[in-house]
């Protein structure tokens, strides 16, 4: 199995330019979930989801939308990139009322 | 919704014990898991529990106090490999289920 892999891994965007990004997980997970990753500030979470269908924002959502039309793929987009999206973004998946979350492996995004 | 604090950095040498601490504050969640991500790639799970308590998987070990609000980490026999960054993590109980990452404890170890 592949787990949880993500597209593109690492992506240059001028500002205002969009971008989407893909998350697909092979095992069957109810829960998805979008983070981004800074310097000194952890993960935070930017949208989340619950199921096929269904989204939900997190701690840090402006700037990004998401959508999850197939279980297995969650995508995040940025709609007019800005330097402040300069960021590590990652994607993790859960089965519902486990206790593991399985992580891809990244997306280094650079905004200038 | 949550908070976690854990400390921004721990130093220790090989063949040490070091103990990471999470403090918390939340409404409710099932349960405290640790997370490790070396530098340059993902997080990975290593650990939870649910109950009050210490669980142990091999040199890693870890401990919840509900009452306390407090968790950690221990590494034992800590090795050269162990130097990556340390996440305390809590999935919400009530309502849509996030899961909510403190800031990271960077452990560096020396020889």
């Known amino acids: 199995n592949a787990g949880v892999t993500q597209t593109p891994k690492f992506r240059v965007l001028k500002t205002g330019q969009s971008m989407t990004l893909l998350c697909a997980q092979d095992m069957n997970h109810e829960y998805m979930y979008w983070y981004r990753q800074d310097p000194g500030m952890g993960l935070r979470l930017i949208h989340y989801s619950v199921g096929e269908g269904t989204t939900a924002k997190g701690e840090v959502p402006d700037g990004y939308n998401v959508s999850r039309l197939k279980k297995q793929n969650f995508l995040l987009g940025l709609e007019s990139a800005a330097p402040s999206q300069t960021s590590v973004y990652f994607c993790?998946?859960?089965?519902?009322?486990?206790?593991?979350?399985?992580f891809g492996q990244g997306t280094r995004l650079t905004v200038v | 919704g949550q908070s976690l604090e854990q400390p921004s950095e721990v130093t220790a040498v090989e063949g040490a014990i070091v103990q990471i601490n999470c403090t918390y504050q939340?409404?409710?969640?099932?349960?405290l898991s640790w997370y490790q991500q070396h530098d340059g790639g993902a997080p990975t799970f290593l650990s939870y529990?649910?109950?009050?308590g210490l669980e142990e998987t091999g040199r890693f070990s870890s401990f919840l106090s509900r009452s306390d609000s407090y968790g950690y980490l221990l590494l034992q026999e800590l090795q050269m490999k162990d130097s990556a960054s340390y996440f305390c993590a809590v999935r919400e109980r009530s309502g849509y289920s996030t899961l909510t990452f403190g800031k990271g404890t960077m452990l560096l170890v020396s020889p």
């Open positions: 939340t409404s409710g969640f099932y349960g």
């Open positions: 529990n649910a109950l009050d």
């Open positions: 993790a998946s859960m089965l519902d009322g486990n206790t593991e979350a399985f």
